[in-house]
């Protein structure tokens, strides 16, 4: 029921998951003669405590439901919150990692690999972040190096060589912007991944599992059909980054204005059309259960591989361009 790391906003929950535990928690053994029916009658919750369970699942609703988008934003940065190692262990039947780019090295900060999801074979491709510090430092905190978007290509290429479809799933604050990756060709290496990718003739779905920064999140996202977890949030740029640039310090007040002015929720990239559908999280977010939000996740990806699997390959490519090219695409109205 608790979870160790709380949001400011989710505050209200914290006297309620302490009754809750208190509650929860075993009662001192009972002695021999009484001992079957003491322990059925622990085994059944109380009355008190179904209904604080449905008074915070009630309230939890309620938090959720009115998130700002800068709330979004922390939701999708939680610490508990399912990376893309946490998904292929749900979602694959097995999985066949594959490293490097056969130019530089390899980068942790995006992982590829061969595996199943459902019955369909396909290629995954995904930033991780990493859980403890030591992971979090080697995989840059999700922050990709030129060889990552090179290895991603790389993969990718392969797949489409084995007529296997891609599925990406996106997760980074924006790609590495060290002195070392901008001496190995950043820049360069999102472009070329951006001119290849909408060039591949093999179906690719995307999703954007927490955080979807910049040309960082699009290095991997150039696909047929793209969708996001309801609390994830894709931009152009993080709120921080906006708030530094249009207002000089990033603190609670202007971060929250930025990620207001930046239409960064699920919801708002829907309504733009800069998505095509929104998978929707268990009440709480994803962190409260991993295990339904890949299951909404698999069933997303199965459905839409399975209609794109039925297009004809070569005319793929096409579609996407077509796809892209409206995005931004609005009417004015005639003056009267």
């Known amino acids: 029921m608790p979870i160790a790391y709380a949001l400011e906003f989710e505050k209200p929950l914290a006297e309620l998951e302490s009754q809750i535990q208190a509650l929860e928690a075993p009662a001192p053994a009972p002695a021999a003669a009484a001992a079957p029916a003491a322990a059925a009658a622990a085994a059944a919750p109380s009355a008190e405590l179904l209904a604080l369970r449905a008074q915070h699942r009630e309230l939890l609703r309620k938090i959720y439901a009115n998130l700002t988008p800068w709330e ?28 490097g780019d056969r130019r530089f090295g390899d980068d942790p900060a995006i992982v590829t690999g061969f595996g199943r999801i459902g019955a369909i074979k396909c290629l995954l491709v995904g930033h991780h972040k990493g859980r403890d510090t030591d992971e979090k430092l080697r995989c840059h905190f999700g922050c990709a190096h030129p060889e990552g978007y090179r290895k991603a290509l790389l993969k990718m290429t392969l797949a489409e060589k084995f007529g296997l479809p891609i599925v990406t799933f996106v997760d980074t604050p924006g790609a590495y912007p060290g002195l070392g990756a901008e001496q190995r060709g950043q820049a360069e290496a999102i472009a070329v991944n951006l001119r290849e990718m909408s060039r591949l003739e093999t179906p690719i779905v995307s999703i954007v599992i927490g955080e979807g920064g910049s040309g960082g999140a699009l290095g991997i996202a150039v696909a047929d059909r793209v969708a996001m ?6 931009s ?6 906006c708030a530094a640039i249009l207002w000089k310090v990033a603190n609670e007040k202007t971060n929250t204005e930025a990620a207001t002015a930046l239409n960064l929720t699920a919801r708002d990239n829907k309504k733009l059309g800069i998505i095509d559908d929104v998978i929707p999280e268990p009440v709480g977010g994803a962190h409260r259960d991993p295990a339904a939000t890949a299951a909404n996740i698999e069933k997303w990806i199965v459905e839409n591989l399975q209609e794109l699997r039925r297009l004809k390959r070569s005319g793929l490519p096409a579609r996407r361009y077509d796809r892209f090219r409206k995005l931004g695409d609005f009417a004015e109205p005639r003056a009267r």
């Open 72 to 99: 979004t934003v922390r939701v999708a940065r939680h610490p508990r919150r399912p990376q893309f190692r946490d998904y292929v262990k749900m979602l694959c039947k097995d999985f066949c990692e594959l490293h």
């Open 229 to 234: 977890l309801e609390h994830a949030w894709y």
């Open 236 to 241: 152009v740029i993080s709120p921080e980054g």
